[in-house]
Structures are given as C-alpha cells and as structure tokens.
C-alpha cells in the first residue's frame, strides 16, 4: 500500500493487494463490503456505483495486445471528498506515471498540476485513455502487415486473419463498456467533489470515440482482408483444378489410344518378326508413329483450345 498527500488529496494506491489489504480499506473508509470484494474480482465488468459520500468505479483497460488476443487489465477507483483510492495489478504504466510524477512534486515541495481530487482522477484517467492510442497504431501496423501477406502467393493469411479478428473483437469488447460509463463519470465526480469537470470529461469522451472510431475501422479493414483472403484462396484452389483438369483432359486420347493398341503394336526395339502383317512404308514402326501422332493430336488441339479461352 502506497499513501500519498498529493495537492489536498490522500491518494492512496494498492497494487497487486491481497485480501487482507483489500479489506483492510473497509475499516478506514465507509466502503461496501461488496465493493471490496468486486476489486479482488478478476472478471469483474466496467460499472460506476453511487454512494452518498464517495463513488466507485470498476474500469477495464487493454493493456496488451499479441499475436492471440488482448489481455485487460483492470482498475478500480474510489472516489470521495478529499481521497482517491486505486486498486489495480500494476500492468497499467500511467498509473504508475501519475503516482511517480506526483511523489515527486511531493518531495521537492512544487505544485502539482490539479488542486483537487476531480482533477486528479480526471489526469489519471486521461494518462491512460492516451495510452490507449500506441496499441492501436500497433494493430494498425499488425493490419498492413496482413495485407502484404493476404496478397502475396506464397504465404497463406488464414490463421493471421483469424488472429487479427479475435484480437480486434477482444479490444473492442474492452473499450465497450467505459465507452458507455465514461459520460456519467463527469456527472458523478462532480455530485461528490462538487469540482466542474465535464470541459475536460468531455475531452476523456472525445478520444475515446477516437479510439473507438480507429477499432471500428479495424474491425472493416479484417473483415474485408477475410473476404479477400477466402476469395484469393477459391481463386488459387481454382487455378490448381484447372491445371490438374487440363493435364487429365490432354492424357485421354492417349490413354485411349494405348488401351485399344498397346499390346499390339512393336515398340522401337521389338523383334523383326513381331512387324509381320503390319504396314512398314515408314519402317519398321509405322503402326507406332501412326498411334502416337492419333494420341499426340487430340492432345494438341486441346491444348490449343485450353489455351485459347485462359485456363493455361
């Protein structure tokens, strides 16, 4: 537990607590026990809670996303009169920011940059709101990436898209719910500390649609790049049939022709007395030549053709 008197504030901030801790706030605030045990949760959804003298706040943030999915992390807010209490894992960086920074000025007796609680939640929520911005540049980067891959020939894109996809429907489900909650925090903190904040609020609102705008656009951006890579897919499968069907279709005269004539014709090498009985105005191997051009033909004129309407 780290407690801090920062501007007329009591921050104090608990990171990675055990029960003990979580429940030991109970006895120097008039928290709800159930609020208490909503910080230990660890699927706990977004929520902001009303209470006569203090709100809490249950806000979930993306903090990583990988090659799999986007992990939230989670933080939790108490919000009175003259303290703030935050509960989190420490995954956050501008929590950790914020607290240094205000320590700090703290230390060398400088003035800290709010002059009141409502205005330091407000820049501890906008540190991290901003922080929000690299991981969509990263998912913008990640969807250009696929995009060289879908249309390059010799790489296939599935697993990739599929990947992007769930990593996208991951960090849209987290942005979501503080989307919705962050229009009433304005109006709650100021029901508490009585500080006008909805200007910088609506700011905190503003990026957020920002942030929810760009996730939009990577949600079309993947379900386009899926489309093409499924079509770019049924086209190559195509292609191979097509080639495969060519190749067969050119086999059949000979193999037709071999059927009916293969045993009984001299092949080049066969013994004298095996061409008696068959035409020899060629040689030896007329019949042969004769079978091999009725083969060789067909196979010609197909090939003429096939090429002729595109397939080769």
Known sequence: MRRLQCGGVVWIDLEKPNREEVMELGKLFPFHPLNLEDCLSRTQLTKLERHEDHIFLVVRFPVKCGDLSCSPSQISFFL???????????????????????????????KV?????????????????????????????????????????????LFEVANLRRSVSDLRRIIS?????????SIAVS?????????????????VERI?????TCKE??????????????????????????????????TIVGTF????????????????????????????????LFSLLPAALMFAYFKRI???
């Open 191 to 207: 029901e508490v500390t009585g500080d006008d904040l909805k200007v910088y609020f609506d700011d905190v609102k503003d990026r």
């Open 310 to 312: 595109g397939w080769i």
């Open 221 to 254: 951006l993947v379900e386009i790049f899926k489309d093409t890579d499924f079509t770019l897919y049924q086209r190559r499968m195509n292609r191979a049939l097509v080639i495969l069907t060519v190749i067969f279709t050119i086999t059949i005269p000979a």
């Open 113 to 157: 940059t709010w002059d009141g609680v409502g205005s330091l939640f407000y820049t501890i929520i906008s540190k991290i709101v901003d922080s929000l911005f690299p991981v969509m540049e990263m998912m913008m980067d990640r969807i250009e990436e696929l995009e060289d891959r879908i249309f390059s020939e010799q790489h296939d894109a």
């Open 80 to 110: 009175g009169n003259d303290y703030l209490v935050t509960i989190h894992d420490g995954s956050i960086a501008a929590m950790k920011e914020v607290f240094d920074s205000c320590e700090t000025l703290t230390k060398q007796n400088q």
């Open 177 to 185: 719910p503080f989307r919705k909650v962050v229009a009433d925090i």
């Open 261 to 292: 004539y293969g045993m009984n014709i001299p092949m080049p090498g066969s013994a004298v007395e095996l061409t008696e009985g068959l035409p020899t105005f060629l040689g030896p191997w007329t019949t042969f030549i004769f079978v091999l």
């Open 212 to 216: 929810w705008e760009l996730s939009e």
